[in-house]
């Protein structure tokens, strides 16, 4: 069997529902997954309250991604087996969905201001269950409106750092992430090494307490693998992997099982689930 350890539903900016999500897990076999939605708890929260986690096939992992605060970077931490109900946490994160609000009106004007014939609701048309508005829903938005051929594409022309349309909003730092998912029990991975685009930020980042690096991601070639398993294995980091699945069709991968790893791996992060 295999395993996928990062995944979006439609609490953020994947497509599906958390239900949704684990019964395409089921049917592509897997065996470990993680839900890792940005900056939210809410469709794992979702999923216990409904009383909808299986006990088995697939173990499902509660998880999150942050993204972290840096001038030029994108760095992305993932927290596993995270205590979903801590105050703190849930607080935090209270703080962080707003700014995302109130970053995404200002996104919005911006591109009416560019010209694009675009409104606060055709963006929330994409937005699923998520209070964590996210670029991705912009993007979306505009290729529906016919502005663009591809999400890639609105991205490269307006909403990447440095382009017309593009907000910042108010970020944790990285030792606050660490330190928050510790205070919730979880596990700290540093995500998609290789994105960060500098294997100084890479190791910088770890040395203020990272437990995890994500090794296998679709965008890391042999090479790129081989560099980020010797990395974790020098600083006695847990190795994890995922395929970072939003169920966006014209996005890699489009369907889960297509990108796992071994269920060595992704065992190492399941503690039996608290009942609640
Ligand atoms: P945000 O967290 O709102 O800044 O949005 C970032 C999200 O947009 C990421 O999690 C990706 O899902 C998506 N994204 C970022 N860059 C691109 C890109 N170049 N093409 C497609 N999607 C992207
Ligand atoms: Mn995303
Ligand atoms: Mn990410
Ligand atoms: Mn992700």
Do not use: C
């Amino acid at each position: 069997m295999a395993s996928d350890l990062h995944m979006h539903t439609n609490y953020s900016d994947g497509v599906l529902s958390p239900e949704d999500l684990i019964d395409a897990a089921r049917n592509a076999k897997l065996r470990y997954i993680a839900i890792t939605d940005h900056d939210t708890v809410d469709g794992v929260m979702h999923l216990y309250e409904s009383n909808l986690i299986p006990s088995r096939n697939p173990y499902v992992i509660p998880g999150i991604e942050f993204s972290a605060h840096h001038p030029e970077r994108s760095i992305h931490i993932l927290g596993y087996n995270i205590d979903i109900y801590n105050r703190v946490l849930r607080d935090t994160l209270n703080e962080v969905v707003e700014a995302r609000w109130s970053r995404f009106s200002q996104m919005v004007e911006k591109l009416q201001q560019l010209g694009y014939a675009i409104t606060e609701a055709d963006v929330l048309r994409f937005a699923g269950e998520s209070k964590a508005i996210s670029r991705s829903h912009v993007a979306q938005a505009m290729v529906a409106k016919g502005f663009f051929p591809t999400v890639s594409k609105v991205f490269d022309e307006v909403l990447e750092k440095g382009k017309p349309a593009y907000v910042h909003h108010y970020r944790l730092e990285v030792e606050e992430i660490i330190s928050l998912i510790h205070e919730t029990g979880g596990i700290a991975v540093l995500a998609h090494p290789k994105l960060i685009g500098d294997d100084d930020i890479v190791k910088s980042v770890i040395q203020q307490g990272i437990d995890g690096l994500e090794v296998f991601y679709p965008q890391h070639d042999q090479e790129d693998t081989e560099r980020y398993m010797e990395l974790a294995k020098s600083y006695n980091l847990l190795m994890s992997g995922g395929s970072d699945f939003h169920g966006i069709p014209s996005r890699f991968p489009n369907e889960l099982g297509i990108f796992t790893i071994e269920d060595s791996y992704a065992e190492k992060f399941y503690q039996e689930i608290k009942q609640l």
